[in-house]
């Protein structure tokens, strides 16, 4: 099985601020890296897919990159409304979640 | 705009079958694309549990497989999950999703909260 490894788990950080979480496989996988994000209470949201492919409707200031075993998700300004936990998955397997909360 | 709605009882005991169903509206599961379950413990990470596609076909998380059954209802537009000798550790809320493939889950189910206990 292959295992998806979020880093970090958790990030301080503030508006404004531009952010990278970083996804590591365990082996090398194909470029079928999707990205969400949830809310608390909700349902996650698809942001990215095929590693790089913004979903319809995501703002432009989330992008995605990587290939073989590392991947990242970045935010360049962060805004109020990104305030939530993010999750990669290859296949069937999720990374563990990185929550962005506010410094 | 598709839409999904997870049903089914709340609270299951330990060792009997926890059954769900997703009703979806919006576009007709014999379409096309597959119809998958995602779970998530509280407080904790996603878990990917199994997909079925239009046609029937299914698909597992290696680590559920032997316990998990998922089937089509195209007559009502549903699929549904069942999972066996469930204990405290499928306590989770369930979600519904429709995966476009690359088990890419575009549409999403609010989620129901399946707790097992006696």
């Known amino acids: 099985d292959i295992q998806m490894t979020q880093s970090p788990s958790s990030l301080s950080t503030s508006v404004g601020d531009r952010v990278t979480i970083t996804c590591r496989a365990s082996q090398s996988i194909a470029s079928y890296l999707n990205w969400y994000q949830q809310k608390p209470g909700k349902a996650p949201k698809l942001l990215i897919y095929a590693t790089s492919t913004l979903e319809s409707g995501v703002p432009s200031r989330f992008s995605g990159s990587g290939s073989g075993t590392d991947f990242t998700l970045t935010i360049s300004s962060l805004q109020p409304e990104d305030f939530a936990t993010y999750y990669c998955q290859q296949s069937y397997s999720f990374g563990q979640g990185t929550k962005l909360e506010i410094k | 705009q598709v839409y999904l709605q997870e049903s089914g009882p709340g609270l299951v005991k330990p060792s009997e079958t926890l059954s769900l169903t997703c009703t979806v509206s919006g576009y007709s599961i014999s379409s096309g694309y597959y119809w998958a379950w995602i779970r998530q413990p509280p407080g904790k990470g996603l878990e990917w549990i199994g997909s079925i596609d239009h046609s029937g076909g299914t698909y597992h998380n290696p680590s559920l497989k032997s316990r998990v059954t998922i089937l089509l209802d195209t007559s009502k537009n549903q699929f549904s999950l069942k999972v066996s000798s469930v204990t405290a550790a499928d306590t989770a809320l369930y979600f519904c999703?429709?995966?476009?493939?690359?088990?890419?889950?575009?549409?999403w189910g609010q989620g129901t909260l399946v707790t097992v206990s006696s």
């Open positions: 999703t429709r995966d476009i493939g690359n088990y890419r889950s575009d549409y």
